[in-house]
C-alpha cells in the first residue's frame, strides 16, 4: 500500500525532529562511546558498510565499530557475525548486546537514507537473492534502525551460532521470515503502527 503524500511528509518530518533532538541530546553518550571504542582497540570509532536502500540506491551506513580491523576467521560465513566471533571487541560485545552500536544511524536519518522504522537495510548479495516482487515492495520505502523484524530477530546472533550452518540458516529461515515481516510492514505501515514499533523498541532496549 502506497501511503499518501501528506503521511508521508508527516513520517519523514518526525525523522528529522527525532533524528536531530536524538543525536543532540545523546551527544554526551555518543562522544563516551566513540573513546571506548577507540581505546579499546585500534581503529576508527565508527563502522560504516555499502547496504540497499530505497529503490535499489546503495548507501554506507553509519555503526560504532564492535570487531577489530581483522580477516574473518576460516570459514566464517560472509557479512554475518555469529556468536562468539573473536573480532568482537570487549566494548563490541556490549554495544552489540545494548544495541548501542547502532545509535549512529541517527545521522542516516538526517541524510535521508534511513527512517527510524522501516525494513532493516540488507547487504547488495542478499538483497540480490529477494524475488523480484518483494525487492520492489520492501525497497520502496526508506529502510530503518528497527523494525518488526528486528523485535522478532533480536537474538539473531545467537540464533546463527547455534545453527549447524550460519550461513544456510540465514538465507533459508531468517531472511525469508524478514522478508515477510518487511512486506506486512510496507503494506500496513501508519504514523501509529510506526510509534507502536518504536515503543516496543524501547521496552526492549530497557528491559
Known amino acids: 500500500m502506497t501511503q ?15 533524528a536531530a533532538v536524538g543525536l ?28 540497499v536502500g530505497r529503490h535499489g540506491r546503495v548507501f554506507r551506513i553509519h555503526k560504532f565499530r564492535t570487531m577489530r580491523e581483522a580477516p574473518p576467521p576460516r570459514g566464517a560465513p ?36 534511513m527512517s527510524l522504522v522501516g525494513p532493516r537495510p540488507e547487504l547488495p548479495r542478499w538483497v540480490a537473492t529477494y524475488p523480484d516482487a518483494l525487492r ?3 525497497l520502496s520505502v526508506r529502510p530503518g534502525i528497527t523494525d518488526p523484524a528486528s523485535l522478532q530477530f533480536s537474538d539473531e546472533s545467537e540464533q546463527l551460532a547455534r545453527a549447524a550452518d550460519p550461513e544456510r540458516e540465514y538465507a533459508d529461515v531468517v531472511l525469508p521470515a524478514k522478508l515477510r515481516l518487511a512486506v506486512d510492514y510496507v503494506d500496513h505501515a501508519t504514523l501509529v503502527t510506526d510509534l507502536h514499533v518504536l515503543g516496543r523498541t524501547l521496552r526492549l532496549l530497557f528491559r
Do not use: C, M, N
Open 24 to 51: 543532540l541530546l545523546l551527544a554526551p553518550l555518543l562522544v563516551g562511546i566513540a573513546l571506548w571504542v577507540r581505546l579499546d582497540s585500534p581503529g576508527p570509532a565508527l563502522f560504516r558498510q555499502a547496504r
Open 136 to 138: 520492489a515492495k520492501v
Open 78 to 113: 560472509a557479512g554475518i557475525t555469529v556468536g562468539a566471533d573473536p573480532r568482537i571487541t570487549r566494548a563490541g560485545a556490549f554495544l552489540r548486546r545494548s544495541k548501542l552500536d547502532e545509535l549512529p544511524q541517527l545521522i542516516d536519518v538526517l541524510l535521508g537514507d
Open 4 to 18: 499518501p503524500l501528506g503521511a508521508r511528509a508527516a513520517k519523514r518530518a518526525l525523522d528529522v525532529v527525532a
